[in-house]
């Protein structure tokens, strides 16, 4: 529930006349406790009656939807075989936030982008420009300055 900013004067006022958070919550208005003793510590720390934030709140653990629509933009344009650690680092690069590798999966689901997705935009790139692509490669470098690396994991167990 929402109180005003009259309210939270009110609240304030009554604490600093000596009345228990007890007494404040059997009053009409009645906010409860774990409300008074929020707006007791962002008074006390800023001075303002205000909700922390100007009343913006995000719920934790949520990615901002902006981050979302350039994660999505950036994959199906740019790069659509990135790897969720990889999300992870292209959204602090960007933005500066540290979102959950778990949170950054769930998202790309709930808004509808799965590898499978991804897989097809991977396949749909234009032949053409790969042609010329490889054919710059080609004609640049030769072929002992090209090194392979093999992906193959080891199992250490058997």
Avoid at 18 to 38: E, M
Avoid at 44 to 58: D, E, F, H, K, M
Wanted: proline share 4%; with cysteine; glycine share 6%.
């Amino acid at each position: 529930m929402t109180f005003s900013l009259p309210t939270r004067r009110l609240v304030i006022h009554y604490l600093w006349l000596g009345y228990s958070i007890r007494w404040i919550g059997s009053q009409p208005f009645a906010p409860s406790k774990s409300a008074v003793s929020l707006w007791v510590a962002h008074y006390l720390s800023t001075g303002l009656y205000t909700t922390p934030a100007a009343g913006r709140r995000v719920r934790p653990g949520k990615i901002l939807r902006r981050h979302v629509l350039f994660l999505i933009h950036y994959l199906t344009n740019v790069d659509p075989t990135l790897y969720l650690d990889e999300m992870q680092g292209l959204l602090i690069r960007f933005f500066g936030r540290k979102y959950r590798i778990g949170l950054i999966c769930a998202t790309l689901i709930r808004n509808g982008v799965t590898r499978k997705k991804l897989s097809l935009i991977a396949d749909r790139r234009n032949e053409y420009e790969r042609m010329v692509y490889m054919q710059m490669i080609r004609a640049q470098v030769q072929g002992a300055q090209v090194l392979c690396f093999d992906e193959a994991r080891i199992d250490a167990t058997s």
